[in-house]
């Protein structure tokens, strides 16, 4: 397996991997609201009287809290969703579906120009514009594309690897400290 194909397939699978993390959205938080119900019943077999409005509370702060939920499902799939575009775009890598031709950047003519012809403030302000062009320019030989796969793979990596960190950790949260 070449390093073109490899990157290409690490790409897909990434990509992959979101949009089946999105399908499973609905479910994931059908399953968050189910908490509600599988409440109400603990509260039942309790002793005792239980009020509505305990009920109630019981119930509502499940259905408050569902924006939270949703964005703390959807972030990390959002980021990591970008942070793949980003370093196939910026990393110049390609889909494998068709070759593409490489990335050209648009010329920058930093010279200044004639500046006869022009009025004394607008003279002023293409001066400014082409040393600002100038200092962008040197800033292309520091982000390459290959500085970009390496901070983006790394981003990506990391976004992933704090992903499947918080979910192991809401697993054990649901699985051994709601149960008690």
């Given at each position: ?17 979101c949009a089946l993390r999105l399908l499973m959205t609905r ?22 009287s239980i009020t509505m409005i305990e009920i109630q509370r ?75 062009m100038a200092a962008l320019g040197a800033l292309r030989n ?39």
């Amino acid at each position: 397996m070449s390093d073109s194909t490899y990157n290409t397939a690490r790409l897909w699978v990434v990509l992959g991997l979101c949009a089946l993390r999105l399908l499973m959205t609905r479910y994931h938080l059908q399953a968050y609201l189910n908490l509600a119900e599988k409440w109400v019943e603990q509260m039942g077999k309790e002793a005792g009287s239980i009020t509505m409005i305990e009920i109630q509370r019981k119930v509502s702060r499940v259905f408050c809290y569902l924006c939270v939920v949703t964005v703390q499902y959807l972030g990390p799939v959002i980021l990591i969703f970008h942070s793949t575009l980003l370093l196939k775009v910026l990393g110049e890598y390609s889909w494998g579906l068709f070759p593409e031709p490489p990335m050209a950047l648009p010329a920058v003519d930093v010279s200044p120009r004639s500046l006869e012809d022009a009025p004394e403030e607008e003279g002023d302000y293409r001066i400014a514009a082409s040393q600002i062009m100038a200092a962008l320019g040197a800033l292309r030989n520091v982000f390459t594309p290959l500085f970009y796969r390496g901070l983006f793979s790394f981003l990506t990596w990391w976004l992933a690897a704090c992903q499947v960190v918080t979910n192991l950790f809401g697993l054990y949260f649901h699985q051994y400290l709601m149960a008690s």
